[in-house]
């Protein structure tokens, strides 16, 4: 195996849990985030892979990388990112962090309390925001509500997942002091079912999780860009669905995913709130300048 594309899932954008440059994303700002994606996707390909050893991971990643800051042209995901970039004068940081997250992936398998998660989130998912942010060319000053969305769905991701990602890569997210503290050894993660004990651990996971959602709740409503602002409305209903899915259902053994119709449910939802918010702020702002 000597390239990325031998480690490949063959997974999509289209098969993600959250919108990826969806329809409601301007076609001019989809190829760059299609490239980003792509880059993600091969990475986290690479990091995830089951036979692969973690030296030749991390000989991979760092291929990668190479290829994306201009050492070398080995990396197909990286030369087409690298490209797309330069067409726009865009910074390679937050491509830089996300393999930073991927490295981790290899070398770090347990975390030890939910600000070393935090940090994680801050490689692992943060920069995802940013960088369709920064594509768009919105402020900095939204990147806190970014910051918190993009890090819940990671959390998200990982509570829906935690058994599979324990069987199947020896990977624990849920943090060791709070299985400490609920006294839940991580083999439980193996079982067929979740103890009552360990749902207490996802449940308390999931209202942190709240929080993180209460803090991006207004970030829809800071974006410009009033497509972009639609689908960070959309993502935000989804995450917060499935953030109550994960406080009421044993994601060992029930469905936490949604199913198709329940994502189109939940867009429509999304959309008429979002429309409605829309127009009642336009109708409020002419009587607010005339009281002034």
């Known amino acids: 195996m000597t390239n990325a594309s031998d480690l490949a899932s063959g997974k999509g954008h ?15 700002y989809r190829a760059v985030i299609l490239a980003f994606y792509g880059f993600a996707r091969a990475a986290d390909d690479v990091a995830d892979h089951p036979s692969a050893s973690p030296d030749e991971k991390l000989r991979l990643l760092e291929a990668m990388r190479k290829a994306l800051v201009g050492e070398s042209e080995t990396s197909s995901e990286a030369l087409v990112l690298r490209r797309a970039l330069a067409e726009r004068n865009l910074s390679n940081v937050h491509a830089l962090d996300l ?6 992936d290899v070398t770090k398998l347990r975390y030890a309390n939910w600000d070393e998660l935090m940090d994680y989130c801050r490689y692992s998912a943060m920069p995802v925001g940013r960088f369709v942010l920064d594509v768009h060319g919105e402020a900095r000053a939204t990147w806190p509500m970014s910051d918190a969305l993009c890090a819940a769905l990671q959390v998200i991701n990982h509570l829906q997942d935690c058994g599979k990602d324990y069987l199947a890569l020896n990977r624990i997210y849920i943090p060791l002091d709070v299985l400490a503290e609920a006294r839940v050894d991580v083999s439980a993660l193996r079982e067929a079912y979740a103890s009552d004990k360990l749902r207490g651990v996802i449940r308390g996971l999931a209202q942190r999780t709240a929080g993180l959602l209460g803090t991006s709740r207004p970030f829809a409503r800071s974006v410009r860009d009033g497509r972009l602002a639609l689908e960070v409305s959309v993502i935000q209903s989804l995450a917060e669905d499935l953030n109550l899915r994960l406080m009421e259902r044993d994601p060992l053994s029930e469905r936490v995913h949604h199913r198709r119709s329940e994502v189109l449910g939940l867009i429509a939802r999304a959309t008429a709130r979002f429309v409605g918010g829309r127009l009642r702020s336009r109708n409020e702002t002419p009587q607010v300048l005339h009281e002034r």
């Open 14 to 28: 289209t098969d993600e849990n959250f919108p990826v440059a969806s329809f409601l994303i301007h076609p001019r």
């Open 99 to 104: 393999l930073e997250a991927f490295r981790r």
